[in-house]
T-cell receptor, first 117, second 112 residues
Framework: EPEVTQTPSHQVTQMGQEVILRCVPI?????FYWYRQILGQKVEFLVS????????KSEIFDDQFSVERPDGSNFTLKIRSTKLEDSAMYFC???????????????FGPGTRLTVT | SQQGEEDPQALSIQEGENATMNCSYK?????LQWYRQNSGRGLVHLIL?????REKHSGRLRVTLDTSKKSSSLLITASRAADTASYFC????????????FGKGTMLLVSP
């Protein structure tokens, strides 16, 4: 069964460093997402991406964050200058939505645990 | 309360019993989805129910949706120890793009 994959599974970085989290969405999906979950808290939406551009972003997704789909398979989240409060589990998701039509399930990857020290 | 609030926050039952979790939300939705998360792991999609549906079944799972009350319930029948996990509801708004808003989840503990 197709699945979303994410690398690395765990990333430790120092405050102020840049990190890139990688995701390979399900191949025939059209929408891609990043969510995060701070330990013990609920999952929060960061950004959605469709047709090679950001379609929606939350207040969390400030100028320190960026996303990219550099090729036909990878979807990346970059944090330019990490802060302690960026420590969280970051989930990538993809879905097969067709714009303006009925919705589909979002399938999540296993997550990348980011620890900022 | 926020969009996608589950109750109870924690539920402890014996194997073989049924577990019912509830979710309430505030805005109009396209669909509501339930996910399971084992401790420290990823989110596993369980079931999606669309706004024009009232009930849906998948194996031992039964989901109901009442859009007039803006609430949903997830019933797990004949629970097993392996069902021990956190369960989240997530709503997709009817306006804008298909982002999901998650609740805080219900921690289910099924004892053998």
């Amino acid at each position: 069964e197709p699945e979303v994959t994410q690398t690395p599974s765990h990333q430790v970085t120092q405050m102020g460093q840049e990190v890139i989290l990688r995701c390979v969405p399900i191949s025939n999906h059209l929408y891609f997402y990043w969510y995060r979950q701070i330990l013990g808290q609920k999952v929060e939406f960061l950004v959605s991406f469709y047709n090679n551009e950001i379609s929606e972003k939350s207040e969390i997704f400030d100028d320190q964050f960026s996303v990219e789909r550099p090729d036909g398979s990878n979807f990346t989240l970059k944090i330019r200058s990490t802060k302690l409060e960026d420590s969280a589990m970051y989930f990538c998701a993809s879905s097969g939505n067709l714009a303006g039509l009925s919705s589909y399930e979002q399938y999540f990857g296993p997550g990348t645990r980011l620890t900022v020290t | 309360s926020q969009q996608g609030e589950e109750d109870p926050q924690a539920l402890s039952i014996q194997e073989g019993e049924n577990a019912t979790m509830n979710c309430s939300y505030k805005t109009s939705i396209n669909n509501l989805q339930w996910y399971r998360q084992n401790s420290g792991r990823g989110l596993v999609h369980l079931i999606l129910i669309r706004s024009n549906e009232r009930e849906k079944h998948s194996g031992r799972l039964r989901v109901t949706l009442d859009t007039s009350k803006k609430s949903s319930s997830l019933l797990i029948t004949a629970s097993r120890a392996a069902d021990t996990a956190s369960y989240f509801c997530a709503t997709e708004r009817s306006s804008g793009y298909s982002t999901l808003t998650f609740g805080k989840g219900t921690m289910l503990l099924v004892s053998p």
